[in-house]
C-alpha cells in the first residue's frame, strides 16, 4: 500500500484531494495541518507553522509520496510591507524543507502545487502558456512559486528524489472562493449583466479534475520529473461562464453588450487595468502534454464542472 503525505489538507483544494484519497483503498493518507481543527476525522498531524524551520519528522515516517498543496494563497491586496518576503516564507523556504526532511527520510515522490502564475498574468497578445517556455511571473505570488520550482529541482536532482510539479491555472468547484464566489453572487442577482461583448479566452480547471490528475500522478512513472499544466480543455470567455453559470441556476442569462474597449478604458481611469484583464483579457494554457505523455483526459466536462459548483453554492446559500 502506497503511503501519501498531504500538506494543505484543509485548503479547498487539500479538503477535496484528501476526500478522494480516503476513498482509495490503495492508499495511506496521512494530513499535515497547522492546527488540527475541532472534531476532525482521519491521520491528522499538527506541526504548526509551515516555513524553513517546520518538523516533519513523525508525518514522513515511512512515506512513499509527498504532495505539497499548503501554501501561502495569493492575496488581491495585500497589506504587509514585504509581500514577497512573506510569500518566500512559506512558498519557498517552506517547500524546500519540506523535500529536503522527505528525501532524508525515503520518500520516492513529491508533487508540488504550483500556479499558472509561473508562466505570466495573461495571454492577450501571445499564444497559450506551455510547459516547455522560460517563465515569467509578474506578481510577488508568481515569483515566489517559480523560485520554490527552481529550489525543488535542485532537491531532486542532488537527492535522486522524483519531482512532479503541476501548474493549474484557475481552480474552481464546490466551497470555491475568492473571484469565482463574487462572479457566483453577482450571477445569482437577477440583474443584467455587461458581458455580452466579451469574447475572451480563459482556461480553468474543476476541482475534480485536477485531484484526478494529481493521484494519477502519484505512481505514474512518466510522471517522474516533469512539469505539467492542467485545465478541464475547454477554455471559456466570460460570456460563455455566465451564460452556464446563470443556466445552472435556472435563471435568465440576461447578458447587456457593452464593448470590450469600455472595460478597458474604464480599467485605465480608475487605475485597475489589471483587475479589468482578469475579466475581459485572455488566459490560456496547452495542456496536451497532460494527455500525451501520460494518457490523461478531464474524467468531468466543464457543464458538469460548473453544474457542481453551483448546487453548492445554492446549497449553502439557501
Not at 215 to 229: G, Y
Amino acid at each position: 500500500m502506497t503511503t501519501v503525505c498531504l500538506t494543505g489538507s484543509t485548503g479547498f483544494l487539500g479538503a477535496a484531494l484528501s476526500k478522494k484519497l480516503n476513498f482509495d483503498g490503495d492508499l495511506s493518507v496521512r494530513c499535515v495541518v497547522r492546527k488540527i481543527p475541532h472534531n476532525a476525522d482521519g491521520d491528522l498531524i499538527e506541526v504548526g507553522a509551515i516555513d524553513g524551520n517546520t518538523d516533519y519528522t513523525i508525518a514522513l515516517n515511512q512515506v512513499d509520496t509527498v504532495i505539497h498543496c499548503a501554501a501561502r494563497a495569493h492575496i488581491m491586496k495585500d497589506e504587509v510591507a514585504e509581500p514577497l518576503a512573506e510569500y518566500r516564507k512559506v512558498n519557498v523556504f517552506g517547500s524546500e524543507n519540506l523535500a529536503r526532511q522527505a528525501a532524508k527520510a525515503g520518500v520516492k515522490r513529491f508533487i508540488f502545487i504550483s500556479s499558472v502564475k509561473v508562466c505570466g498574468e495573461s495571454t492577450t497578445s501571445s499564444t497559450e502558456f506551455v510547459e516547455s517556455e522560460a517563465t515569467a511571473p509578474e506578481d510577488s505570488y508568481g515569483q515566489s512559486k517559480d523560485e520554490a520550482e527552481q529550489v525543488l529541482k535542485k532537491v531532486a536532482l542532488e537527492t535522486g528524489m522524483d519531482l512532479v510539479i503541476i501548474r493549474p491555472p484557475l481552480v474552481y468547484g464546490p466551497g470555491v472562493k475568492a473571484n469565482f464566489l463574487s462572479l457566483l453572487k453577482l450571477a445569482d442577482t437577477m440583474l443584467p449583466l455587461p458581458f455580452g461583448a466579451i469574447n475572451n479566452h480563459r482556461s480553468m480547471v474543476y476541482v475534480g479534475n485536477l485531484v484526478d490528475f494529481i493521484i494519477l500522478c502519484i505512481d505514474h512513472p512518466k510522471a517522474a520529473n516533469q512539469t505539467f499544466l492542467i485545465s478541464d480543455g475547454e477554455d471559456l470567455s466570460l460570456r460563455s461562464l455566465i451564460t452556464y453559470i446563470r443556466q445552472a441556476m435556472g435563471k435568465p442569462v440576461r447578458l447587456v453588450y457593452v464593448p470590450n474597449s469600455l472595460f478597458k478604458l474604464a480599467g485605465m481611469l480608475t487605475g485597475k487595468s489589471t483587475v479589468v484583464d482578469r475579466l475581459v483579457g485572455d488566459l490560456q494554457v496547452n495542456s496536451k502534454k497532460a494527455s500525451q505523455l501520460l494518457g490523461w483526459t478531464p474524467a468531468y466536462s466543464v457543464k458538469q464542472g460548473i453544474t457542481s459548483t453551483v448546487a453548492d453554492f445554492s446549497q449553502r446559500n439557501s
